[in-house]
DNA sequence: GCTTTGAACTAACAATTGTTAGTTTACATG
DNA sequence: CATGTAAACTAACAATTGTTAGTTCAAAGC
């Protein structure tokens, strides 16, 4: 979540989700300062009160999903399910983080280049492991026959990672499907096709 | 192609090149006419005797695209190969194209949004029956038994061009695999696991 | 009631943006 | 040689960018 006090939404988180909005809608460069103090009803210059600079509303919005990520692929990896069970639980995790930060998801499929570098590094580097450990599950599945082994490996990752990740794009215009529908399709469409029987 | 004069590559299409090089990496937004002058070691005023606005470049880049795209559909669909074999065909396109157009393909995941509106709207209303067409064939193929019943159709389709619009971001980094072969594996992990048998 | 503080404001900044106008240079054609 | 053209150049433009500095105002805490 963004929000720290439980009262009511402070003006950073507010500043925070209208700039993901903006961020997602036009893309970071072309979103201006003024164009997130529009959406609050203040000038530009008021921000500066609240944060220190657009790249740092970046920086946490794009650590903060990165973490979400990384987070739910650990209980995943130490829960005590067997590996296919995990492939689907992965696919929840996404339909989940999808949903529930609706609209900095969008910044990984391209807003993230971005990202200036001491925190690019970390950025990438933290996306890279995610990716190395999906695919350790993956070659786990391979191993024990759960998958063909003329699938390659690296490309059903990426494909597999490719619809998760565009999922934001195609769920606004189709809200009327369920979460729960929508986690047993995608398990139905990626998976099935890669596990045998 | 870009290319007009078969001689040597005009100076046109050496623009059209560059800027399509730098909007993939950085973004229609944050590149500007200097950074495209730039990697033509011209100055910028100087693009202007042979392109008329940034705005152009990215017009262009895109509907050549999207009539590839319109083009490689039209002639899937006016074969007389049976439905499955066109889904199959389908992916090969996409491939081929990514292959093609290694940079400007790179727009039709972000970019299309700074495209404005003369061009936005035919640009949409092409993707759109693009889309249409698609799910056409993924429809007869569910009415003859090849798709099972319980497979929503958006939600496939969906995920289908996102693997396959996806593709030119890990082409680039895996470029050991070969053509043929890559086809051959998306046709695998993106077709086999919706096709009975 | 005085003071502190949070949060808005105005004004200004230096830099960069896309683009235009007018000029110069090099080369090919007559 | 003279001329025309293609394509580079310089200089300037108006607008917009992110950001800083300094100020004002209202509410909270003492």
Known sequence: MIDPPMTDISKKS??????ARLFRKKGYKATSMQDIANALDIKAASLYNHISSKQEIL????????DAFTSGMKDIEESSLDDIEKLEQLVILHVDLTLRYKDSIALITGEWVHLENPYLDQYLKQRNQYEKRFLTILKRCQKHSHIDAKINLDIALFSILSSLH??????????????????????LILLKGIINI
């Not at 195609?170 to 399709?185: F, G, V």
């Open 59 to 66: 920086k946490f919005l794009l650590i903060n999903i990165a």
């Open 166 to 187: 565009w999922l934001y794009n195609w769920y606004n215009k189709n809200k009327s499907i369920s979460k729960i529908e929508l986690s047993r399709q995608l398990k």
């Open 14 to 19: 507010q500043i925070y989700n209208a700039a």
